[in-house]
């Protein structure tokens, strides 16, 4: 299977994320990759999908940090231009976030948005 190389224009993995990635890995014994994908749904029109894999598609690209990969399909990667995906620790919880420049607005979990 080949992988698109991953294109850091389009989005980008913020080092915090990276770290994470890496320390699930590490902790499972294997690497993992983050998966994001968007959604139609949610309270604003679309939502993330965020979750952990092992295995790769073939329309993923790949983006890559510090030894960590978050795989985007070609179909959300045109709602994620220019986003970072960031990983914060709060104290209402630690989790990936994505900040997205083409998001007109959000909802206050931060989980949908509107274009």
């Known amino acids: 299977m ?3 190389p991953a294109l850091t224009s389009d989005v980008t993995l913020s080092p915090a994320a990276a770290a994470r990635i890496r320390a699930i890995g ?3 014994g294997r690497e993992v990759m983050l998966r994001v994908a968007v959604e139609g749904g949610g309270c604003s029109g679309f939502q993330y999908e965020l979750g952990l ?3 790769t598609r073939d329309d993923d690209l790949v ?4 030894g960590a990969r978050a795989l985007v399909d070609l179909v959300s990667l045109v709602l994620l231009k220019g986003s970072e995906i960031d990983f ?4 209402v919880g ?3 976030q994505v900040r ?6 959000s909802c206050g979990c931060g989980v949908s948005f509107s274009i």
């Open 94 to 96: 630690a989790q990936f």
């Open 2 to 4: 080949t992988i698109a």
């Open 63 to 66: 983006v890559e940090r510090d």
């Open 26 to 28: 590490e902790a499972e």
């Open 88 to 91: 914060v620790d709060e104290l």
């Open 100 to 105: 997205n420049p083409n998001a007109k607005s």
């Open 53 to 55: 894999t092992h295995e």
